[in-house]
């Protein structure tokens, strides 16, 4: 079972996320996507972590998600963006290459015998991206978006804390 939950920055999707999967299981895992690029995104993840109790395990894990996801548990992946920032950093800002990349995960978490709560981020709304390279990463994420909502068994868009069921 796929859940799928996207909204704006600080929309609650993490807090939504989290409740889902205690819901779920007694001892939900927390996959971690992000890189520690700089002081207050280190503040960032120290504020998540201090949110999940000691029922959480947490695991890391930057580009191949799918590998690392127990059977038969409950597993919160936060987050999508974080996730392809990596796949297009290191494959150079190539959208081809990173979505290619992203859909075999994709692929291969739908194939899993586990419960798995997606964060993403529907960057798109937000402001024009003033650079190339960022224009072609929000594309990147608006068709990354599209996959995983695609492959949801259940979709839910989070706007100012409040959760509007899609699918």
């Known amino acids: 079972m796929i859940y799928y939950i996207t ?6 999707k993490s807090s939504h996320a989290q409740k889902l999967a205690e819901g779920l299981s007694d001892n939900p895992y927390y996959l971690a996507t992000s890189r520690i690029w700089d002081k207050d995104f280190e503040k960032r993840v120290k504020r998540h972590k201090n949110d999940r109790d000691e029922r959480w395990t947490t695991i890391e894990e930057e580009k191949e998600i799918s590998k690392v996801i127990p059977k038969n548990s409950v597993v919160v992946i936060d987050c999508v963006t ?6 297009y950093f290191d494959s150079e800002n190539n959208v081809e290459k990173s979505l290619e990349l992203a859909t075999i995960e994709i692929e291969n978490l739908a194939k899993l015998n586990s419960q ?6 529907e960057i798109g709304m937000g402001v024009h991206a003033q ?9 990147l994420q608006g068709w990354v978006n599209q996959r995983i909502a695609n492959k949801a068994d259940k979709a839910i868009f989070m706007v100012s804390g409040l959760p509007l069921t899609l699918k």
């Open 7 to 12: 909204g704006g920055e600080r929309s609650g």
């Open 82 to 87: 974080l996730w392809l920032t990596n796949l």
């Open 131 to 139: 650079t190339h390279v960022a224009r072609k990463f929000t594309e």
């Open 116 to 121: 798995i709560i997606i964060i993403s981020n």
